[in-house]
């Protein structure tokens, strides 16, 4: 099901990915990995941030070896594949963003052979929600904020986007939504963004 907040959404210059549940299949129990770095339902990163040394570590430990045992193990989302094939194909620019780390990110990448133009992770400055992330990406792909789309699962993501003036595609995965920022549009799958895509192509002026 596609749910459009914006009526004046336009076909995009780039796209703008969060990963882990996006264009991975959820696979990062969070409510385990806080339970077991004992922040309760904190902000994971934001936590890590305000421990002493030895917590941090400790904390950083548990995540890790999350992140380590998810990205080796971690299966692409359906239409993944053939969504980034069409973005390729009409050379629209594409950008991952993530907190997650990059070590972690780099297996994802190539263990599934995805050739992703941008990567920008944690250890590359202030993290969704901050906007900063998003408009480093707008600017390594030289296209302006409100001529690209940002898509994910996430709060974060939506609140990022809304931020940096970029429109913002939440993914629900059939889900409700569990946050109040509405997102420009809300789609239950990858092909459907991809189906919707094609139709905006379709209505776009094109240049005589």
């Known amino acids: 099901m596609t749910k459009m907040n914006s009526p004046h959404l336009r076909f995009p210059r780039a796209i703008l990915f969060d990963m882990d549940g996006t264009l991975t299949e959820p696979m990062l129990d969070f409510p385990r990995i806080k339970a077991e770095m004992g922040i309760g339902n904190h902000p994971i990163l934001e936590s890590l941030a305000m421990m002493s040394p030895a917590d941090r570590q400790a ?3 548990i995540l890790h070896r999350h992140e380590d045992l998810a990205a080796r193990n971690c299966r692409l989302n359906e239409g993944c594949q053939s969504l980034l094939r069409w973005l390729d194909d009409q050379r629209i620019g594409q950008a991952i963003i993530t907190r997650n780390r990059r070590s972690c990110a780099r297996i994802i ?3 599934h052979r995805l050739n992703i133009e941008v990567l920008i992770t944690r250890e590359d400055g202030p993290f969704k929600p901050d906007p ?13 904020p409100a001529e690209a789309w940002m898509v994910g699962d996430g709060e974060y993501d939506v609140l990022a986007a809304r931020r940096a ?3 913002s595609i939440w993914l629900s995965h059939g889900k409700t939504r569990p946050f109040t920022d509405e997102p420009n549009l809300t789609i239950a799958q990858l092909p459907d963004l991809l189906h919707l895509l094609q139709i905006l192509r379709d209505k776009a002026p094109t240049d005589t």
Do not use: F, K, T, Y
């Open 165 to 167: 003036g970029i429109p």
């Open 132 to 144: 900063h992330s998003l408009l480093q990406a707008c600017e390594r792909l030289n296209v302006p």
């Open 59 to 61: 904390a950083q430990d």
């Open 109 to 111: 990448l190539d263990r």
